[in-house]
């Protein structure tokens, strides 16, 4: 089978997937593809230009077309849903937020955010107020799943976390966790939660 591009972004998220971005090196890849490392500068000439290459894989799987809202629909609820579905892009494989972040020039993230803030401006808002609110949901998203990818030390690694007095010194945040928290409600319900937060702004106080 003939070495082209698309064959190696392929086989690099494969490998993604098994090792995560770490293990994503010129040496594993090119043994992979049966091909020695100098091959691959070729087709691309660092790791830089491979890690955008496979961000822009990682979008496209879940933007193959990107829609503007419809005439009724409210642009909070439709820019939340972008942001959803940038969290579900990342999320889909290990390392994704990290990945997006370290792309050079991402056209497809480009594309999202031309959308996103061509779309806030035909709804009537400022170039720069649009520019604001669609880059503070995009860094929000980011920021989320690089925590939620983050890894978590091992149990008996010497890391371990005491939680009794994490809380005798938190206490309220111990509380606000454990309050939100009830049974049934999970990491996504926190994610569109801070998300609404993000986009419509808090309540007003009581």
Request: hydrophobic residues 45%.
């Amino acid at each position: 089978m003939a070495l082209d591009r698309q064959r190696i972004v392929t086989e690099a998220i494969a490998l993604l997937d098994a090792e995560g971005l770490d293990g994503v090196t010129t040496r594993k890849l090119a043994t992979r593809l049966g091909v020695r490392s100098p091959t691959l500068y070729w087709h691309f000439p660092n790791k830089a230009a491979l890690v955008t290459a496979i961000a822009e894989e990682i979008l496209e799987e879940q933007f193959p077309e990107l829609t503007r809202p419809g005439p009724e629909e409210r642009w909070q609820d439709w820019l939340s849903g972008l942001a959803t579905r940038l969290r579900r892009a990342l999320l889909a494989h290990p390392d994704g937020a990290r990945i997006v972040s370290a792309s050079q020039l991402s056209l497809k993230m480009a594309a999202i955010s031309e959308l996103a803030m061509s779309t806030l401006v035909e709804r009537g808002f400022a170039l720069r107020q649009a520019r604001l609110i669609v880059l503070t949901v995009e860094r929000f998203t980011l920021g989320f799943v690089l925590e939620e990818q983050w890894p978590r030390p091992e149990a008996g690694s010497g890391e371990d976390f005491d939680l009794a007095a994490y809380g005798a010194m938190f206490p309220t945040v111990m509380a606000g966790v454990t309050d939100y928290f009830q049974p049934g409600r999970t990491v996504d319900d926190l994610f569109q939660d801070c998300l609404r937060m993000v986009i419509e702004g808090p309540p007003a106080a009581p």
